[in-house]
């Protein structure tokens, strides 16, 4: 078994989660201007960072409210899990809605992606463009997001026997402490790298725009419905965590899309430079 005890708490109040995260965010925001100065996105500069700086706040309110949704359901279904402290029913402690914990992957995801898209809208850039110029970023960065995740003891998974266990002794984690449970965090950091380097192969190769982000999507979606099964969590719907739900609506919508695209032969890279 492997032991982690190292302090979630980066400086001051500070969790290594939170510094992560922004690092993450930093990383998908210094990808999508280094492909710009590369010459491979025809994207102007300035408007990934308006975009950044609608797509992080939107980000952060989708994320709370799936947070805040998932725990009034659960609250309002299995009643002993608020006793426990596994859930909070923000029903009737609506002023924790305003903490500064609860933040989902999906939620971030998805609250950027609809603030961006509306931003799209009025500065008449193509957000499907954008959005697969965007796609190996996003992945890349939850993979950095996830090593917070590692260090702070959140989203770790089901109790394991495994050699490659985890064990948490930091009393400040967020897992339970000196039991062994499934390293889900590393498990996807290393899924995430490897869809990280199939976005960016399908670079150029397959069409229409937004097809890469749609990709991006299904592969996470797939991985979430499969690796919360060893992941704790609070059930939401059918058993399933709300992740799971959410991500066979996505599978439900993005899988139909993909069958209508078609693969391109690959362009030159100086041909994929000049777009």
Same mark, same amino acid.
């Given at each position: %078994? ?6 979630p708490v #980066?400086f ?18 210094l990808w ?12 102007? #500069?300035?408007?990934? @960072? %308006? ?10 309110v989708?994320?709370?409210?799936l ?9 309002k279904?299995?009643?002993e ?14 002023? $924790? @809605?305003?903490?500064?914990?609860? $933040?989902? #992957? ?5 609250? #950027? ?5 509306? *931003? ?25 997001g996830?090593v ?38 590393? *498990?996807? @950091?290393?899924?995430?790298? @490897? ?5 960016? %192969? ?16 299904? $592969? ?34 993005? $899988?139909?899309?993909?069958?209508r695209t ?13 777009e």
């Amino acid at each position: %078994m492997i032991d982690i005890g190292i302090s979630p708490v #980066a400086f001051l109040t500070v969790r290594w989660y939170g510094v992560m995260i922004a690092l993450g965010v930093a990383a998908l925001v210094l990808w999508m201007l280094w492909r710009i100065r590369r010459g491979a996105a025809k994207i102007p #500069a300035d408007t990934v @960072i %308006m975009a950044a700086t609608v797509g992080i706040p939107s980000g952060i309110v989708i994320s709370k409210l799936l947070h805040v949704v998932d725990n009034i359901v659960a609250a309002k279904l299995y009643p002993e899990l608020v006793t426990a402290g596994s859930v909070i029913d923000y029903t009737q402690e609506p002023g $924790l @809605i305003f903490n500064g914990g609860g $933040l989902s #992957a999906y939620g971030a995801v998805l609250g #950027a992606a609809l603030g961006i898209w509306v *931003y799209s809208r009025f500065s008449r850039f193509q957000f499907g463009y954008f959005a697969d110029v965007a796609a190996p970023g996003i992945i890349l960065a939850q993979a950095i997001g996830r090593v917070g995740c590692t260090v702070n003891g959140c989203c770790y998974g089901v109790p394991t026997t495994l050699p490659w266990g985890v064990i948490y002794t930091h009393p400040e984690s967020y897992a339970p402490l000196w039991i062994a449970v499934h390293p889900t965090q590393v *498990y996807e @950091i290393f899924y995430n790298l @490897i869809v990280f380097g199939i976005l960016v %192969m399908l670079r150029g190769r397959l069409k229409p725009d937004g097809s890469v982000f749609l990709v991006y999507l299904s $592969l996470y979606a797939l991985w979430r419905v499969g690796i919360d099964f060893l992941r704790e969590g609070t059930p939401f719907l059918f058993g399933l965590h709300q992740a799971q739900v959410v991500s066979l609506i996505i599978l439900a919508i993005t $899988l139909p899309l993909l069958v209508r695209t078609r693969w391109v032969k690959a362009r030159p890279v100086a041909q994929l430079a000049e777009e």
